[in-house]
């Protein structure tokens, strides 16, 4: 089976995110007034795997491996079916 | 004394830390990052750059290369390892040193002369300076800001190489901006003592580092 596989990379709840706090500044220069600005990486691709849980294992292994650094990051994954 | 200095895509200081070490009296050789056998090298640098454009975060990529595992040999063989700003984000990944670089507190590149204090001097890229001397190297990177969960073992282990002595830059967790290894024989540095290596340059008091290696 294929399976549409998303991983959603934010940074740890109190880690200090610059990009985010230049957007809330930027915004703010345009006259909206916003709070708690939070910016989040997404990576995507389909993969082969048996079955969701094999497709959702391998995909923590990337995040592990390679996708996230466990110092800094926390990641979530979404598994969809693609079909065959 | 032959150092392997290690090349990936988008690294940009080779050439710069191959003239300095050859001012301090090394062989220096070029690595690609394809290359596992590093047998040959008593020491190996990883110079900076932008290996694999910086894409997913700044050493992601780089620190999965075959080239690795023989730096990890290396290390294994006691031999030191100097990684200089993309290269010290690079070990960082890897996790020879302990924590991360990251984005700079204000989310800008930063590219100036820094005054710096070397916090341990048992590492054979430091031993040749006094502990706490201050020093002048530049610092030229977008995420440089150190940050580790673990900040106390890390002072207790004698880990801390360089910390900024005036004021800090990029916001970095006490003001560190050089790491190294429990055994102190790998070394991250995000200042570049290669653009320091002759007075022409504006200072010399980068080439002990690369002296150091030669007579530890």
């Keep these: 089976m294929k399976y549409h596989a998303q991983v959603e990379i934010s940074l740890k709840k109190g880690m200090l995110n610059p990009e985010a706090s230049t957007i809330q500044r930027a915004l703010a220069l345009l006259d909206y007034q916003v709070e708690d600005t939070a910016t989040i990486e997404i990576v995507k691709f389909t993969l082969e795997a048996e079955d969701p849980d094999v497709a959702r294992e391998e995909v923590v292994q990337m995040c592990e491996r390679l996708l996230c650094n466990p110092v800094i990051h926390d990641y979530q994954i979404q598994i969809e079916t693609a079909g065959d | ?168 830059p990029n916001g970095s967790l006490d003001a560190i901006t050089g790491v190294c290894d429990l055994e102190g024989r790998v070394c991250a540095v995000m200042p570049h003592p290669e653009r320091a290596s002759e007075s022409i340059l504006g200072s010399d008091d980068g080439l002990k580092f690369f002296k150091g290696i030669l007579d530890f």
């Design chain 2, 1 to 168: 004394m032959k150092v392997g200095i290690i090349r990936f895509p988008g690294s940009n200081c080779d050439r710069d830390v191959f003239h300095a070490l050859e001012l301090a009296g090394a062989e220096p050789d070029y690595v690609w990052w394809n290359q596992r056998d590093l047998s040959q090298f008593e020491a190996i640098v990883i110079p900076g750059g932008f290996s694999y454009g910086d894409y997913l975060r700044a050493g992601a990529i780089a620190a999965i290369t075959p080239v690795i595992d023989g730096i990890k040999e290396i290390v294994k063989q006691e031999k030191p390892v100097l990684g200089i700003c993309n290269g010290a984000q690079i070990l960082a990944e890897v996790g020879l040193v302990p924590g991360v670089f990251t984005l700079n507190e204000k989310a800008q590149f930063i590219c100036e002369w820094a005054e710096l204090e070397v916090r341990t001097n048992r590492t054979p890229f430091t031993h040749l300076y006094q502990k706490n001397e201050v020093i002048k190297m530049p610092i030229a990177h977008a995420e440089g800001r150190y940050y580790t969960e673990y900040i106390d073992e890390l002072s207790d282990q004698d880990q801390i190489v360089l910390g900024f002595a005036g004021n800090n």
